[in-house]
């Protein structure tokens, strides 16, 4: 019965640590700011202090699964560079965390954990090629092609908020242009939406830091939050018709703060696929939620280490 | 000794058919003009009277395998629909040309035949991640990730000229805008030619029709033709770029008649990678020509053949 594993979610602010049984947490950590972790090292030792406590208390559990934002080499067990957190290159982090937890351990890209979590235990469950995003303050996604996590040559596949939407577009993270994450992260649409605001006659909402507000415009009639959606929408729609015509998947699924904006997003995103995508593909190709919330990453990461253990 | 085997590629405006052994032409049949065929059927009954002929020829043929501009559902051995060409939407043509032959048959993507090709036989054997393309009236392609040829969940992955790079741009041949074949096709660079040179107060070269008078005139110093050439290389750069955050493949190869431009695409080509790549993964990606020309559709096709015969 093997059936518990811990997963490990690492953000850019918050290390996340869990006995996982399928979609369960069954007992938390006390998480770690990593934001006051001044090396890896010091972060590596909080994390194993905390494996080696759940272990003690659930001494049934049988691997570790770890999700890290930024490039990691599965394979290898290496984490290559993360996206956000300084002094992470080339860190053998598998053998390190197998070393502290006694444990089979793997390691994988954040994203690639909630777009696994959502392929073995939520949206997708059962679909052979699927794209998983979640959409905050960056584009996160992972891809499922051929009933496979889509990893690439380097670990660094499904990186689906850096695709380019515009070649002539705002300069981002690794020099590339117009990346969809410049255009419709958290930041990205809160800036747009106070320029547009700034530019209408129209009424400005009491508050508007977040999308949240820009929700509650939009539902409540105001023009400019809903052509914001809209616009939003629009590029989002441009970046999974690249997927689209890139991996032809089945399925979208999109979660994250964004996706809460339900139809005033989901709507203009079907119409602009619509209008964009081959009919008969159109009608084949689904828009799902996410079902998982925020806790994708460690399940993900938690059922991945299981998955990979050796067959008994 | 299953060596031998029918080749069948579709194009636009000929019907190719040959017996190829390896990347050798071993014997062609008389092409047909396929825009001499008023239906599909008309078609298919000059290719299986060739298909006869080969055989009765080529006795130790053992397979045949087709390519077609379109949406080719292998796994079904359907024709969804073709692009350019009207009066195919859901042709049996697996099943038809096994019972015309009597022998087993593939059928795929145009593009997809001539991406196998170049991974099995030309310039990306032995590779397990690489994305080809063929520059040409359209631009074509076939993916290979994670060792198989990328064909999605309707068969219509890798089409990777409908990637768009600009969400506001021209509308293609699906409704869909800033598809990068629109952009940078022969028809499309010659129309971009002739605006600029119109635009320019610089002399225009004689003859300005195909992309061959713009090699020459860029070569000869023209900046209008040089300045072509690189804006060329950064839209293709774009769609590349796409590719490579979504698949991040070991190599492009690219071929087709664009291609023959060679150091005047490639070197700006390669510049654009490189300023919106991560360094680490720019340094282990390889950009490369495609081998095997013109020929490779038809070498594909009857390799893939090939390949699918139950194991002996």
């Not at 869990?18 to 770690?32: H, K, S």
């Amino acid at each position: 019965m093997r059936e518990l594993s811990i997963g490990v979610d690492m953000g850019g602010t918050t290390l996340k640590i869990a006995v996982v049984r399928g979609i369960e947490i069954v007992r938390r950590a006390e998480p770690v700011n990593t934001r006051e972790c001044s090396t890896s090292q010091e972060l590596i030792n909080c994390l194993a202090e905390r494996l080696r406590i759940l272990r003690e208390l659930y001494p049934e559990v049988c691997a570790v699964g770890m999700g890290l934002p930024g490039f990691v080499d599965h394979a290898r067990g290496m984490v290559d560079s993360l996206t956000n957190v300084p002094g992470w290159y080339d860190v053998p982090i598998r053998k390190i965390l197998e070393e502290a937890s006694g444990l089979p351990t793997s390691v994988e890209n954040d994203a690639n954990c909630m777009a696994y979590a959502e392929w073995k235990l939520g949206a997708a469950q059962g679909m052979n090629d699927v794209v998983c995003l979640t959409l905050g303050t960056g584009v996160g996604a992972g891809v499922v092609s051929n009933g496979q996590l889509l990893r690439g040559s380097m670990g660094a596949a499904g990186e689906i908020g850096q695709v380019s939407i515009d070649y002539r577009g705002r300069i981002g993270h690794y020099g590339n242009r117009g990346a969809v994450e410049d255009y419709i992260g958290n930041n990205e649409l809160m800036r747009e939406a106070k320029v547009l605001y700034a530019a209408s006659r129209g009424k400005v909402p009491m508050e508007m830091e977040t999308p949240i507000h820009l929700e509650s415009a939009a539902k409540a009639g105001c023009p400019v939050a809903q052509a914001l959606w809209d616009d939003a929408a629009r590029k989002l729609a441009a970046c999974l018709l690249n997927c689209h015509y890139i991996l032809n998947p089945q399925a979208f699924v999109i979660g994250g703060g964004i996706s809460k904006a339900g139809e005033l997003l989901f709507s203009p995103l079907r119409r602009y696929l619509q209008a964009q995508i081959y009919p008969v593909h159109f009608a084949k190709l689904q828009i799902l939620l996410a079902q998982l919330g925020s806790e994708a990453g460690i399940i993900g990461a938690a059922r991945l280490a299981l998955d990979e253990l050796p067959q008994e």
